[in-house]
């Protein structure tokens, strides 16, 4: 199912996107992720992610977002991009945590080879717990997060 917000944004309804897995975990650390992707079928990648983090022990899903169709920003001469969140919990510290996503990213075929280019899975730590992080690899919460509507539009609908 699809929801048109604008003439440039539109929602995207699928069986796991949005969904409620848990409410409550043991796991000590809450984290906020955000998904996009533009490249090759996002739909089909996100889906593989979702079943991925939901299989693997290290990590418990508690909620996602509907995606969310919008335009690029940066480098505009690509393909509107698929953006949704995820909230999970962890017991990974948060480079460990760090290290697990950009694996996954590879796994489903990212190539890093210019700021903001088209990609087949970004994953961006949004909030990692309360923490505050700000070095040269990684800014926690991201930078500008609250700028963006293919952060801010699926954060709402959490």
Known sequence: MKKKLTQN???FYSSNYPRTLKSESKKKYKVTIGIGGNVGDVKKTFNKLFLCLKEDTRFDILQTSPLLKNPAFGF???KDFLNGIITLKTNLGLNDFFKSMQRLEIRYGRKR????????LDIDIIFFANKKVNTKKLIIPHKSWHNRESVT???KLL
């Not at 080879?113 to 087949?120: G, H, I, L, N, V």
Request: proline share 12%; hydrophobic share 40%; charged share 25%.
């Open 9 to 11: 944004l539109c929602l």
């Open 76 to 78: 505009l001469d690509q």
């Open 113 to 120: 080879s210019f700021k903001d280019a088209p990609r087949t």
């Open 153 to 155: 539009i699926p954060l």
